[in-house]
């Protein structure tokens, strides 16, 4: 309720997702659609290349998610002209496979149904075949050694009924599968053959019609190493005669190309005696009234370490009914060598050649998973090791010109804590991928609707250890933070020049950046040392000198690891930028905690920090303080016996609340008695739940504050004359143990604002907390709180969320939207743009 007596209405809508790819081979597929899935801890993520956003996660999954596979994907995109519904198959680490639905009209998704029978281990790989509008074929691997065939035939309207049959169960025996891939046999025979590889290092050829059983082949023996991927071409028309092409790459660093065609008695055969073909005989099947014989066609070696996909360019439609369509003889292959490659025969030789190689030399970037093509042939993408994707687009007319594009970036292991610059124009997370990451709208962005769209715009720290916390200091001067990791130290970091003219071209109020640009700001960028630990500040008047030897080319060789050279962008940053020339330098390293570090926060004059480790002792849980700038130790706060999980300073910067999984919660009085020196008094310490206390938060308006628990309930408190603490009042017990919890305080006397409330299921609520009125017109002492909004599933986290943060908590009453950033364990950073 408002000053006014009125209810509150607020909605909320998703403005930004940031989130890494899951390290896994065969997680990522381009859909039709022209989006790209990927699985994002226990999401599927939905991202599109043309805005380089993530449009949205889809919740479901209880593990892991292993591959995505888009019905139908880019290879059938000439099938899918008129289409009005895309669906796509997700399978997790736990054997679960999920079909969504996905209609263009409104961009909803939808939950399909669930295979019925799960593999009793991961599922390793999903290929599809599409036989139809309304019918595809789809087999799925997995780690119990099982290879499954399914029927799935669509609905021709909306909100029909999908309808889902197994065609057949195959035992691949004690050495799993891991690559599959379905084609229809050339001949019109109605008859299929399906490709399987694994860990035996064979490839296991099966035939089957499209209703039921298929049976053993043959086998293509050639490879020394696991097979890790195949893909069959779609028919190839030559000379009178169709033939199919398998491509196959291994662990072995080679790629393998068979040749599949109706094979012909030895005395049509006589005039092809001669070619190189018919000396390579390959094994011979029969699959219903017609046989056909496989041989090697090419032997392709390039890359220097395991090849982890193959691709053949999608097919264009042509002009004959949109039935038959022109494969192009064009494969993309991806490797742990950090390169992908284009392979096309020679014109006149018909020798298969590299023809295009894209891909990183520097050592930031740790191989690539996986590569795909768009469904124009025109873009190919790859997700590499740090679950980071890379995107390169042929932007020349008359010879091949492959330039890197945008793409979403985020974390891929869960973010432990974010926190928004004093200004609000940025957010820095930290995650256990250890890397602190800053996410901005870039305003001149010409794609997004509102005219700004959100990018990670600087990586200023890559650690070697798990980062758990973080805090931006809020003082004026240059932009600092300080974060913890699992190391007893706690990190000051600076922003260098190259970081504050970046900002610059990120906001469209240029001139807010002016007290940021002192004189005395020298430092361009950062280094990273030799073991990654800390991070080296590279000089202004040094600049000059790096720069020429930069101009050398065969500096940036795989031999010598490159100086950063820190830049000032115009345009949002790609991963390679992102992870080497946008580090930030540190600056001081603050010793005393005598464990992993847990919790840090600042007061809001940016002139104290508090900080707290994990602990099972109450000496080792003690609260730090800390002076900023001379980084002094200040004071050790005595009060909890575990880990301090949570810390905040109220808004006048009078109290300091912790939190602990002791369940208790404590108040701290600090005053600032001299230049250097700071008192500090325990006034409260109780025990105020029956679980560990995850969170707690302030009202940036009074000194209620609000705590979250383990226990499944939020409670809301009162400090009363700076001495005793009353309970006002305790929100209904939720569904899941609450995480994280942020207070938008709005002005006016009734209202007490916005509670933000996170929950391990990931979901997020927000609560209305205002004073009740008596009979008599007066505020009465107590609060009342109802549900203002439950977000939706679609929009939410998919597991724990870590840390929620109000842009700017303090909200006056007039501001009608505002922004909440939150953090998980699914991996990602999620904005939300609130309507009060």
Not at 303 to 311: C, L, T
Not at 723 to 731: A, D, H, P, R, Y
Not at 779 to 798: E, G, Q, W, Y
Not at 813 to 836: K, M, N, W, Y
Request: contains cysteine; charged residues 20%; negative net charge.
């Amino acid at each position: 309720m408002d000053s006014d007596g009125r209810v509150m209405t607020v909605e909320a809508e998703r403005l930004f997702i940031g989130a890494g790819c899951n390290r896994i081979v065969n997680n990522v597929s381009w859909g039709a659609c022209d989006l790209l899935s990927f699985g994002a801890q226990n999401a599927v993520a939905i991202f599109c290349p043309k805005t380089a956003q993530i449009l949205t996660t889809l919740p479901g999954h209880k593990a892991y998610v292993n591959c995505t596979h888009w019905l139908p994907s880019s290879k059938f995109a000439f099938k899918a002209k008129n289409l009005e519904r895309h669906y796509l198959l997700s399978g997790d680490a736990d054997g679960a496979i999920l079909l969504w639905e996905l209609s263009l009209a409104d961009k909803k998704w939808r939950n399909v149904l669930q295979l019925p029978e799960k593999h009793r281990k991961g599922v390793t790989c999903i290929s599809a075949i599409v036989m139809s509008q309304t019918e595809v074929i789809f087999a799925s691997s997995s780690s119990d050694g099982v290879v499954s065939l399914w029927e799935i035939i669509f609905p021709l309207s909306a909100g029909g009924e999908c309808k889902l049959s197994c065609l057949d169960s195959i035992v691949a025996g004690r050495k799993p599968m891991v690559a599959l891939s379905l084609v229809e046999l050339p001949g019109n025979s109605g008859h299929l053959a399906l490709a399987m590889g694994g860990l035996d290092n064979k490839i296991h050829i099966y035939s089957g019609e499209r209703t039921g059983k298929f049976v053993h082949a043959c086998e293509l023996k050639g490879h020394t190493d696991w097979i890790r991927s195949l893909d069959f071409s779609l028919p190839l028309y030559e000379n009178g005669e169709t033939s199919i092409l398998l491509a196959s790459s291994s662990q072995d660093k080679g790629i393998r190309i068979w040749k599949m065609a109706l094979h012909q008695s030895h005395a049509d055969n006589r005039k092809e005696e001669t070619s190189l073909a018919s000396y390579i005989k390959g094994p011979i099947f029969v699959a219903g009234s017609f046989s056909y014989q496989i041989s090697l066609e090419s032997l392709l070696i390039g890359h220097e370490d395991w090849v982890y996909s193959v691709e053949w360019q999608p097919p264009q439609s042509s002009a004959i009914d949109g039935i038959e369509c022109y494969q192009p003889q064009s494969m993309l292959s991806a490797s742990m060598d950090k390169t992908m490659m284009i392979w096309q025969p020679e014109k006149t030789t018909g020798i298969w050649m590299n023809m295009v190689t894209v891909g990183e030399l520097s050592h930031c970037a740790l191989g690539f998973y996986g590569g795909h093509w768009s469904p124009s042939g025109n873009s190919i993408l790859a997700h590499g090791y740090g679950g980071s994707f890379h995107l390169w687009k042929n932007v020349g007319t008359d010879f091949d010109d492959w330039k890197p594009q945008k793409v979403p970036s985020g974390h891929f292991a869960p973010v432990s804590d974010i926190s928004w610059a004093r200004d609000g124009y940025y957010l820095l997370s930290v995650s256990h991928d250890q890397t602190s990451r800053v996410f901005s709208a870039w305003s001149n962005e010409s794609l997004s609707e509102d005219g700004a769209a959100w990018h990670e715009i600087a990586r200023p720290q890559v650690h070697g250890h798990d980062i758990n916390c973080v805090t931006i200091i809020r003082g004026k001067g240059n932009h600092r933070f300080v974060s913890g990791a699992d190391e007893k130290v706690a990190r000051v970091f600076e922003s260098p020049l190259s970081f504050l003219k970046t900002l610059n071209h990120t906001t469209p109020q240029k001139s807010s950046f002016a007290d940021d640009l002192p004189s005395s700001v020298q430092i361009l960028g950062a280094n990273m040392s030799a073991l990654g630990l800390s991070q080296k500040p590279i000089y202004l008047h040094a600049s000059t000198e790096s720069k020429e030897s930069h101009n050398n080319e065969g500096i940036d060789t795989l031999e010598t690891i490159p100086e950063a050279v820190p830049t000032v962008f115009t345009e949002p940053p790609i991963e390679e930028q992102l992870s080497w020339h946008t580090l930030w330098p540190e600056s001081h390293k603050l010793y005393g905690h005598g464990n992993e570090l847990f919790s840090l926060c600042c007061d809001h004059e940016g002139k104290l920090l508090a900080s707290s480790c994990k602990a099972q002792l109450a000496s080792v849980a003690e609260i730090w303080l800390w002076q900023v700038g001379s980084w002094k130790a200040v004071g050790r706060l005595h009060s909890h016996s575990l880990t301090v999980t949570q810390l905040e300073f109220s808004h006048d910067n009078s109290f300091l609340l912790s939190v602990s999984r002791d369940r208790h919660f404590s108040i701290f009085a600090i005053k600032q008695t001299g230049q250097d020196e700071i008192s500090h008094e325990l006034i409260v310490r109780q025990e105020a739940h029956k679980r560990i206390i995850w969170a707690c938060s302030w009202n940036p308006f009074g000194h209620e504050f609000a705590t979250g628990s383990r226990d499944k309930t939020v409670k809301i408190w009162q400090l009363e004359n700076g001495s005793s603490v009353k309970l006002l009042t305790s929100l209904p017990t939720f569904q899941s143990s609450v995480t994280a919890l942020s207070w938008l305080g709005v002005k006016g006397q009734r209202s007490r604002g916005l509670l933000a409330v996170g929950m391990e299921s990931g979901l997020v609520e927000l609560w209305t907390l205002s004073n009740a009125v008596n009979d008599n017109g007066c505020i009465a002492a107590t609060n009342t709180a109802s549900l203002a909004v439950r977000f939706d599933p679609f929009i939410c986290h998919v597991s724990s969320v870590n840390r929620l943060r109000w842009k700017n908590a303090e909200k006056s009453e007039d501001c009608t939207s505002v922004q909440l950033a939150s953090c998980g364990a699914d991996h990602c950073v999620r904005i939300f743009q609130v309507h009060v």
